[in-house]
């Protein structure tokens, strides 16, 4: 089945640096690549998400990159804010169901 | 507000109880998923039902089961309660499923189970 893995687990960067977090996944099938963004004790919210026919798509200060051929994809987020800090998951569409990254824990320090 | 409501929003019960989680998606939404979200842990697939109809089955116990109403709710039932099951439980719900090229799916905010 599919297999997502995420990294890293957890992140700092100071305010107005870029973020870069990054998935790989096994299914060479999959075909949609959600990311959501998770505050503590609060339910998942989709940012952005791709579909195996792009390889990017943007969306104000984030961004999404699809490799296809290598598996991977990653998300990245510009002029990062104190607001930005969360979890976000990384999410791969394998055979009927969303497979989810573990999490990376994005701190951004004013 | 993602339009997915979830009840109740905090549970508290011993072990070896049942209890029944509901959901009610998004209008219009017609699969619904459920998750199970341990603590500093991801989201773990538990199972999926599209229009009544169970359609896609991830690491769900024996012990936990779930169903979709014609109204389209949902409820999971947990019964025989171990204290590892304490956690987060969320629904999300989707237009149609993730045939084809994948749905978006929208969470709603989580039902917090603890087992004593």
């Known amino acids: 089945g599919e297999n997502v893995e995420q990294h890293p ?3 700092s960067v100071q305010e107005g640096d870029s973020a870069v977090i990054k998935c790989t996944y096994s299914d060479s099938a999959s075909n949609y690549f959600p990311w959501y963004k998770q505050e503590l004790g609060k339910r998942p919210q989709l940012i952005i998400d791709i579909r195996s026919n792009v390889g990017e798509k943007k969306d104000q200060r984030i961004a999404v990159t699809l490799n296809k051929t290598a598996k991977h994809f990653s998300l990245h987020i510009t002029e990062t804010q104190p607001e930005d800090s969360a979890v ?14 573990t999490g990376t824990r994005l701190l951004v320090s004013p | 507000d993602s339009g997915v409501t979830q009840t109740p929003k905090h549970l508290i019960t011993a072990t070896g109880q049942r209890v029944t989680l509901r959901c009610s998606p998004r209008s219009g939404d017609l699969s619904v998923y459920w998750y199970q979200q341990s603590l500093d842990q991801g989201l773990q697939f538990l199972i999926q039902y599209y229009n009544g109809e169970e359609r896609a089955k991830g690491n769900i116990l024996e012990r936990f089961s779930a169903q ?3 109204d389209l709710h949902s409820e999971l039932n ?3 309660l171990e204290l590892g099951d304490s956690a987060l439980y969320f629904c999300a719900s989707s237009p149609r499923g993730l045939a084809g090229g994948g749905d978006t799916q929208y969470f709603g905010p989580g039902t917090r189970l603890t087992v004593l």
């Open chain 1, 9 to 11: 687990s957890t992140l």
């Open chain 1, 88 to 101: 976000y998951f990384c999410a791969a569409k394998g055979f009927q169901k969303l497979v989810f990254g």
């Open chain 2, 68 to 70: 979709q109403f014609p």
């Open chain 2, 78 to 80: 947990l019964s025989s």
